[in-house]
């Protein structure tokens, strides 16, 4: 195994493991509601949940994959920083606002309303300074800040369910993601940008934006869809599906961030770079393959094991969403070269084409079946998007040049 090689798969290691601090995190999270405070109070945690998550696709997601992008880049990481940084307070804030109303209509909580806010701004700083751990290659203190950041925020939600204080559910998980953030303060320190430079990073940012929201969006999009559709018990049964299907998702997500600093260093060598993501789309596949057909064949053992025993009625939902979920992390290799060959408007496109029609079947569908109407918007734009993008990437035979902005 050569140097480069082994460096990544230590680094996709530390991520990897990262974030599956968060996802168990996000699990536990729905796991001890269930318990402590009733199955209604899941489907409702789980629907802001992913209104959390859709928000954070508007802007900053891209702004984190900007960061990852441009930090490992010397002498630009200043300009990129200083830049990013702007965007991300002007974004966030904004987004923030737009979670209450949202969430208020959803629950018609008011309490619920100002702690999504609050949630959603701390979640896009998670989102973003995790983008520049990657970029500047902290990825020990990622571990770390992950790992202690998941301990706090399930520590605080059982403190807050013993005290009887439903109404600020969602306080602990902000208090973990902020204090992620925190310990994820960049280090390089901004220089002035020229008109030239911050067009240049606002085509990226759009074009990884757009990328963002079109792979990230159709998950939480599933969960909507079944809230407003379906039974609350049936969303009750899907939002536990959701939360065992989602820290395998974040597998994928770790790879991703890892490999795209990683090609991006490779560009002076394009056969190099092609090689290395031949090799690593075999390695993540392979892998991807024992990990999903172990979760999934154990889908009715695993949650009776986090939930109550009603929940395991939910266990057909959860190996429906870990079959288009497989497919979707597959393209974590594929998604991080075609990023730094300088292709991200084709990946971009390729996912707004698959959350158009995933979303339009969901649509069509879910009024009709329910959650299984969901499912399947799912696994068409899931799975369509996925092999267009590995189909895609194989077809790239170079990058473009490199320059500050693709």
């Known amino acids: 195994m050569s140097g480069a090689t082994s460096g990544v798969l230590s680094r996709a290691v530390l991520t990897t493991g990262g974030m599956a601090a968060q996802g168990v995190a996000r699990l536990l999270y729905t796991v001890v509601i269930a318990h402590l405070a009733g199955a209604g109070a899941v489907g409702d945690t789980s629907a802001l949940l992913s209104v959390m998550v859709y928000l954070s696709l508007m802007l900053p997601a891209g702004l984190g994959t900007g960061a990852s992008r441009y930090l490992p880049l010397g002498d630009f990481a200043g300009v990129a920083i200083g830049v990013l940084n702007r965007w991300f307070w002007v974004s966030s804030t ?12 959803l629950t018609h909580d008011p309490f619920a309303a100002i702690g999504c806010a609050i949630l959603t701004w701390s979640y896009n700083a998670y989102v973003y300074t995790r983008g520049i751990l990657m ?3 902290r990825i020990l203190r990622s571990l770390i800040a992950d790992v202690g950041s998941s301990l706090l925020a399930i520590t605080a939600l059982v403190a807050v369910l013993l005290a009887g204080a439903n109404w600020a559910l969602l306080l602990p998980l902000a208090v973990g993601y902020g204090v992620f953030a925190f310990f994820a ?4 320190r901004p220089s002035p940008s020229t008109a030239e430079q911050r067009g240049m990073l606002a085509r990226f940012v759009r074009d990884a934006t757009i990328g963002a929201l079109a792979t990230g969006g159709l998950l939480p999009a599933t969960m909507v869809f079944v809230r ?3 039974t609350p018990h049936q969303a009750d049964l899907f939002a536990a599906a959701l939360s065992l299907a989602t820290p395998a998702n974040m597998i994928s997500q770790a790879l991703n961030q890892v490999l795209i600093p990683h090609f991006a260093k490779l560009h002076l060598d394009p056969a190099l770079m092609r090689q290395s ?25 695993i949650l009776s094991i986090f939930y ?6 939910g266990a057909g939902a959860m190996q429906a969403l870990l079959v288009v979920v497989f497919f979707i992390s597959t393209t974590c290799a594929s998604a991080a070269y075609l990023v730094s060959a300088g292709r991200q ?25 329910g959650m299984w109407g969901a ?15 590995v189909v895609a990437a194989f077809l790239t035979t170079a990058p473009s040049p490199l320059s500050p902005a693709l």
């Open 135 to 137: 970029g500047e290659d």
């Open 185 to 188: 303060r960049p280090r390089t």
């Open 308 to 313: 109550p025993q009603k929940f395991v009625d």
């Open 375 to 389: 499912l399947l918007g799912f696994a068409v734009g899931g799975i369509g998007g996925s092999v267009a993008v």
């Open 228 to 230: 407003a559709f379906d």
């Open 277 to 301: 993501h031949r090799r690593m789309v075999i390695a993540t596949t392979a892998a991807f393959i024992v990990i999903f057909a172990a979760i999934i064949a154990l889908s009715p053992f």
């Open 94 to 105: 904004l987004l923030a606002l737009a979670a209450a109303p949202i969430a208020f209509l």
């Open 345 to 369: 408007k084709a990946f971009a496109m390729i996912w707004l084409t698959a959350l158009i029609a995933g979303t339009v079947v969901m649509a069509v569908f879910s009024p009709l079946y």
